[in-house]
C-alpha cells in the first residue's frame, strides 16, 4: 500500500475502495503537474470533502500540504538511470499489441475488471461533489439553508386485559384505579418508555419528574387522548391549551366548565318560560321540583363563589373576573385553563409544569389548594418546592422505564441514593464472587481430580443473572463565557417612570432607583403584571422611557434570555443552523461547542428546534445568548422547562459567571442559591427588601391570610 493509501485509510476509515484507488491515481499519475498546495486541492479537494462532509476545509488543505510534501520528497530520492542498450520503440509497440491480444481471454478479463473503478461510482461521485459545491455556494450567499422539518408524531402500544375490557365495555368496572401494564411510547423513531407499567392509585398526587426530553409530556398527552387504555367511566382532563378568547367573562368561563349545572340551569329557565307564559302541565312543575334538587344536590348555589375563590388565588382580582376572555394575554389564558380544571374536579388531573405560567403568591396559593385535592393528580414539574409540597408520591422516569416511590421529592432524593448505594454494593460482591469461581475454574481446569468441580462451577456461572452495572445519570454541567469583570458603576437606574401609553392614568412603576456591579446577584419578584418583565425590557434598551435615567458602563454587553425565548427560535433549523444564523461565517466546531456547554452535544446539536423538548429549547436559547460573549445577563424565567438537574447547573454557572446576574424567576431553590439581593415589584414601583426570599413569603402569607 502506497503512503497515499495509508494516508486515505487513516484520516478516511470508511472511504469506498474505488474512491480510493481513484485519489491515488490522480495523486500518482499527475506529480508533474502539481506544484503548490491548491494544485491538488483543485484536483482532489472536493472529493475528500465529499467523502467526509464534516470536515472543514482547512483539515483537507492539511492533507493536501501532507501530499505535496510526500511528492517533493519522492522527487528528490529518483535517480536518473543510464540504459545499457538503445531501445526500439517499435519491436516495443510490436510486443505490446500481441501481449493486448493474448490479454482477451475471458478470466483474464474479468480480473482485471475488478479491480477498475466503476465509472458510474465515479459520475454518482462527481454529481454529488457538483450538488454539494452548489449548497456551499447558496450557504455562503444567503447565510442558512433551512431545513425541511419532518414532523414527527407520538405513538403507544399495550398489551390490554381481555378480562378488564370486558368488564368495562359492559360497564361493570367500577375501580377509580388506574392500570396500564406492558406498554411502550415512541415518539417518532425514538424510544421513550419500552415495557413498563404504570399505576395511578384513586386520591394520590403523583409527581412526574425526569431529565428533559425522555417524554414526560409525551406520556401525558398519550393519557389524555386515551392512546393508553384507561376504564371509560375516568374523566380525564389535560391542562395544555389556552383558553380561546371571546366576549365571555373569566368567571362565565370557568363556570361553563361545569356541564351538567349548564345543562340544569339552562333547563330551568326554559320550565318558567313555558309556566310564565301561561302553560299549565303538572309534569313540567314536577320536572322543575326535580331541577331544583338536582341544582341543590350539586351544590350550584355556591358554584359562582367557589369559581371566584379559585381566581382570585390564581392572580385574578374581581375587575378582571368580569372582563372578557379575549381582553387577556397568553400567559393569563393559561391561568384560566388551570381555573376551569380546578373547578371541573376529573377523576384524573394532568398537569404539565403549572407553576411556569405563575408567580410566587400564586404557587404558594396553588400548593395550599391541591393539599386537599380529593381525586387523582399526575404532574409533571420541575420546581423542588411544588415537588415537596404537593406530591404524595414520585414516578421517575429514566432508562426507558417509570418507577415508583412513595413520599414527596425529598424523600424520593433520599431513597433513590441508598438505593444506588445498595445496588453498587451488590454489584461490587457479584463481581468479586464470578471472579473468585473464574479464578478457580482457570486455576483447575486441567487438574484431573478437580473436573467434576470445575464443570459445576462453569454450569453454576452459566446459571447466574446477566450482570449489569449501575446506570448512573450525568451530571448536567452550563458554563457561561469568561469575561473580565467591570469596574462600577456598571449598570444605574435613577428616578425611572413608565407607561405604555401617555394617556395611561397611572404609570406601571415610577420613581425607581436601582443600581448593579459585576459582582451583583439580584432576583426580581412579585405578582404577575406588576412589571418585572418590563423593568429588564429597559434595562436591555427593548422599551425606552423618557422619565428617569438610565447610565451604562460603556464597556458593557447584555445577554439577554427572554420569557418567551421559544418565539424568538427558528422551527425549521438545527440547533448549529440558528446559531449560525445570528453568527454567520463561524466553524461548525466552533457551534458545536457553544452548544456543548449547555448540554447539546452529539446528534442533538444536528436535531431540528421543532423536534426538542421544551427544556432543551432553553438551552439552545442560552447557547445563542452566550455567542456573543456577554459579561452582564438578564434573565427573564430561565428555569421553564427546565429540569430539576438542569436548574442546579444553572445556579452553579450564574454563581461561577464573573460577570453581573439581573434575574427574574418563581424559582425559590434557584433564588436561594444565587441571590444576594432581592427586588419587588410591586404597588407601581420597585425596592429592595431586607431578609431575601424568607421575608418576602412571610408577607405574601399574611396577604393571603387577609384575604381568605
Known amino acids: 500500500m502506497s503512503q497515499y493509501a495509508n494516508i486515505l485509510q487513516r484520516e478516511f476509515p470508511a472511504i469506498d475502495n474505488e474512491l480510493k484507488d481513484y485519489v491515488e491515481g490522480v495523486l500518482t499519475g499527475s506529480v508533474d503537474d502539481f506544484d503548490t498546495c491548491d494544485d491538488i486541492f483543485e484536483a482532489v479537494g472536493d472529493i475528500l470533502q465529499g467523502i467526509d462532509g464534516e470536515r472543514s476545509e482547512e483539515s483537507i488543505r492539511g492533507l493536501c500540504d501532507e501530499f505535496l ?21 517499435a519491436e516495443m509497440a510490436r510486443n505490446m499489441e500481441r501481449m493486448d491480444q493474448d490479454m482477451q481471454s475471458i478470466w483474464v478479463v474479468n480480473k482485471d475488471g475488478a479491480n477498475k473503478v466503476d465509472s ?19 450557504v455562503t450567499k444567503h ?5 425541511a422539518v419532518k414532523l414527527q408524531t407520538a405513538t403507544a402500544s399495550q398489551v390490554t386485559n381481555k378480562k378488564n375490557t370486558k368488564l368495562d365495555q359492559k360497564g361493570l368496572n367500577r375501580s377509580m384505579d388506574i392500570k396500564i401494564e406492558n406498554f411502550d411510547l415512541a415518539f417518532g423513531e425514538k424510544v421513550l418508555l419500552q415495557n413498563t407499567n404504570l399505576l395511578l392509585s384513586f386520591g394520590r398526587r403523583y409527581g412526574l419528574v425526569g431529565r428533559n426530553g425522555l417524554g414526560k409530556t409525551t406520556l401525558l398527552r398519550m393519557i389524555a387522548e386515551r392512546q393508553l387504555q384507561i376504564p371509560s367511566h375516568i374523566s380525564v382532563l389535560h391542562v395544555e391549551q389556552e383558553v380561546v378568547g371571546d366576549d365571555t367573562s373569566a368567571v362565565e368561563s370557568v363556570l361553563e366548565c361545569d356541564t351538567e349545572r349548564t345543562r340544569l340551569l339552562t333547563r330551568e329557565k326554559e320550565i318558567l318560560a313555558a309556566l310564565n307564559s301561561g302553560v299549565q302541565d303538572a309534569a313540567l312543575s314536577s320536572e322543575l321540583s326535580e331541577t331544583y334538587a338536582a341544582l341543590q344536590n350539586i351544590e350550584a348555589d355556591k358554584a359562582v363563589a367557589r369559581a371566584s375563590v379559585i381566581l382570585k388565588g390564581l392572580g385574578f382580582d374581581a375587575d378582571m373576573q368580569l372582563r372578557p376572555t379575549k381582553s387577556f394575554s397568553g400567559g393569563w389564558r393559561m391561568r384560566l385553563a388551570l381555573a376551569r380544571a380546578l373547578f371541573s374536579k376529573p377523576d384524573l388531573l394532568l398537569l404539565d409544569e403549572p407553576t411556569n405560567m405563575l408567580d410566587i403568591k400564586a404557587i404558594i396559593w396553588l400548593e395550599t389548594y391541591l393539599q386537599t385535592w380529593p381525586t387523582t393528580i399526575l404532574v409533571v414539574s420541575h420546581d423542588r418546592n411544588f415537588l ?25 432524593e433520599k431513597t433513590k441514593t441508598e438505593k444506588l448505594k445498595s445496588q453498587r454494593r451488590e454489584y461490587e460482591a457479584q463481581l468479586a464472587h464470578r471472579s473468585h469461581v473464574q ?14 468441580s470445575v464443570q459445576s462451577k462453569i454450569k453454576m456461572l452459566e446459571k447466574l443473572p446477566e450482570l449489569k452495572p449501575v446506570e448512573k445519570e450525568t451530571i448536567v454541567t452550563l458554563k457561561f463565557p469568561e469575561v473580565e469583570p467591570l469596574n462600577p458603576p456598571v449598570l444605574a437606574i435613577s428616578e425611572v417612570s413608565f407607561r405604555y401609553n401617555p394617556t395611561d392614568p397611572l404609570p406601571i412603576f415610577k420613581g425607581v432607583n436601582l443600581s448593579a456591579t459585576s459582582d451583583s446577584r439580584i432576583c426580581i419578584v412579585g405578582e404577575n403584571g406588576a412589571g418585572k418583565s418590563t423593568l429588564l425590557k429597559i434595562i436591555v434598551g427593548q422599551l425606552s422611557t423618557i422619565h428617569g435615567n438610565i447610565v451604562l458602563h460603556r464597556g458593557l454587553r447584555i445577554g439577554y434570555f427572554a420569557q418567551h425565548h421559544v ?4 422551527m425549521n433549523v438545527t440547533c448549529v443552523g440558528v446559531l449560525a444564523e445570528l453568527f454567520p461565517g463561524r466553524p461548525d466546531e466552533e457551534y458545536r461547542r457553544q452548544l456543548g456547554s449547555f448540554g447539546l452535544s452529539g446528534p442533538l446539536a444536528l436535531q431540528s428546534i421543532a423536534s426538542l423538548s421544551g427544556g432543551q429549547k432553553s438551552r439552545v436559547a442560552l447557547a445563542k445568548m452566550c455567542m456573543a460573549e456577554p459579561n452582564f445577563l438578564v434573565l427573564d424565567e430561565p428555569t421553564n422547562h427546565l429540569d430539576i438537574e438542569t436548574i442546579d447547573a444553572l445556579g452553579r454557572a450564574i454563581n461561577a459567571f464573573k460577570g453581573g446576574v439581573i434575574l427574574v424567576s418563581h424559582d425559590e431553590r434557584l433564588i436561594k442559591v444565587v441571590c444576594k439581593e432581592l427586588w419587588v415589584c410591586g404597588n407601581r414601583t420597585v425596592r429592595a427588601i431586607e431578609g431575601g426570599l424568607d421575608e418576602y413569603k412571610r408577607e405574601v402569607y399574611k396577604e393571603i391570610e387577609a384575604n381568605s
Do not use: C, W
Open 143 to 147: 447565510g442558512v439553508v433551512p431545513v
Open 567 to 570: 418565539d424568538h427560535l427558528n
Open 120 to 138: 458510474k461510482k465515479l459520475e454518482k461521485a462527481e454529481a454529488k461533489l457538483i450538488q454539494k459545491q452548489e449548497k456551499r455556494q447558496e
Open 69 to 89: 510534501n510526500i511528492m517533493k520528497n519522492n522527487s528528490k530520492s529518483v535517480e536518473r538511470k543510464v540504459l545499457n542498450a538503445p531501445v526500439n520503440i
Open 388 to 412: 415537596d409540597t404537593v406530591p404524595t408520591d414520585i414516578i421517575h422516569l429514566h432508562s426507558q422505564e417509570l418507577e415508583a416511590y412513595k413520599g414527596n421529592y425529598e424523600q424520593f
Open 439 to 452: 479464578e478457580f475454574i482457570d486455576r483447575f481446569r486441567y487438574n484431573a481430580n478437580r473436573a467434576s
